[in-house]
C-alpha cells in the first residue's frame, strides 16, 4: 500500500474529546520512548508529522493523524507515566484504557516493545489485559537496529513465553526500525488488510 498522504488531525485528552467519524483507526502503544511517534513518521513517510523525543512521556494526549484521506493513525501516550487506570492494577493512562475498550472504529493495536530488553512486567501485563478486549493487536519489537538479529530474535521468544500463560490468541509478530525503515512493509499490509474486511 502506498502512502500518498498523512495530515496531522486532531489531539484529544479522551475519547470524548475524540473525533466523531467512522474512518477506520490504527493505534500505536508502548512504554514511553518505546518509539511510537518515530514509527508514525517512518509509516508516514514524514520526519516530523509526530513529535519524537529522547525525553520519556512526550506524547500525553491521543493524536490523530489522517492516512490517503481515508484512515487514521493513533499515537497514544505512552504506559508506565500517567495515572494508574481505574479498572484496571496497570500503570496506563485512563484515558488510553477506555479509548482502547470503547473506540468502535479501532481496527488494530499495535503494541510496541523494546527489542532490546528482557520480557518487562508491565508490557507482559498490559498485553495480556489488551488481549481481553476485543480488539485485535500485534507485537511490534523496536530498535532492531541497535543490537544483532539473533538478539532480537531471542527477546521476542523471551516475550512470548512470558505472555504464553495469559494470551489465548497468537498475535502477528514484526521486528522494527524506524531509522532503517524495517517493518513498514509488514505494517502496511496488516492495515490494508484490515481495511478491506
Ligand atoms: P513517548 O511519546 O515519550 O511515549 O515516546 P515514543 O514511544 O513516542 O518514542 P519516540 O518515537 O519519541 O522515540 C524515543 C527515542 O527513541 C527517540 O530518541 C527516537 O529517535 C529513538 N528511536 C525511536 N525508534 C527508533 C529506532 O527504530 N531505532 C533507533 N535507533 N532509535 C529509535
Ligand atoms: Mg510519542
Known amino acids: 500500500m502506498q502512502i500518498k498522504s498523512a495530515v496531522f488531525h486532531m489531539s484529544a485528552r479522551d475519547i ?25 513518521n517512518m509509516l508516514s513517510n514524514k520526519d516530523a508529522l509526530a513529535k519524537v523525543s529522547a525525553t520519556p512521556g512526550k506524547t500525553q494526549l491521543l493524536n490523530f493523524f489522517i492516512m490517503n484521506e481515508a484512515w487514521s493513525l493513533v499515537d497514544l ?46 508490557d507482559v501485563s498490559f498485553v495480556s489485559w489488551l488481549s481481553g478486549c476485543q480488539v485485535p493487536f500485534a507485537l511490534v519489537f523496536t530498535k532492531a537496529d541497535k543490537q544483532s538479529p539473533g538478539k ?18 497468537n498475535p502477528p509478530v514484526i521486528i522494527s526500525s524506524s531509522k532503517n525503515r524495517t517493518g513498514r512493509v509488514e505494517i502496511l499490509k496488516l492495515i490494508e488488510a484490515a481495511l478491506k474486511v
Not at 532480537?152 to 490468541?169: C, M, N, R, S
Open 77 to 122: 501516550p505512552g504506559y508506565g507515566y500517567a495515572k494508574v487506570a481505574k479498572s484496571e492494577k496497570i500503570n496506563f493512562n485512563e484515558s488510553v484504557g477506555d479509548y482502547l475498550e470503547q473506540r468502535d472504529n479501532l481496527r488494530i493495536v499495535f503494541v510496541l516493545i523494546d527489542s532490546r530488553l528482557a520480557p518487562q512486567p508491565i
Open 152 to 169: 532480537t530474535k531471542a527477546t521476542i521468544a523471551e516475550f512470548l513465553a512470558a505472555i504464553g500463560g495469559d494470551v489465548a490468541v
Open 16 to 40: 470524548q474529546a475524540a473525533p466523531e467519524w467512522d474512518r477506520p483507526e490504527f493505534a500505536f502503544i508502548g512504554r514511553s520512548n518505546v518509539g511510537k511517534s518515530s514509527m508514525i
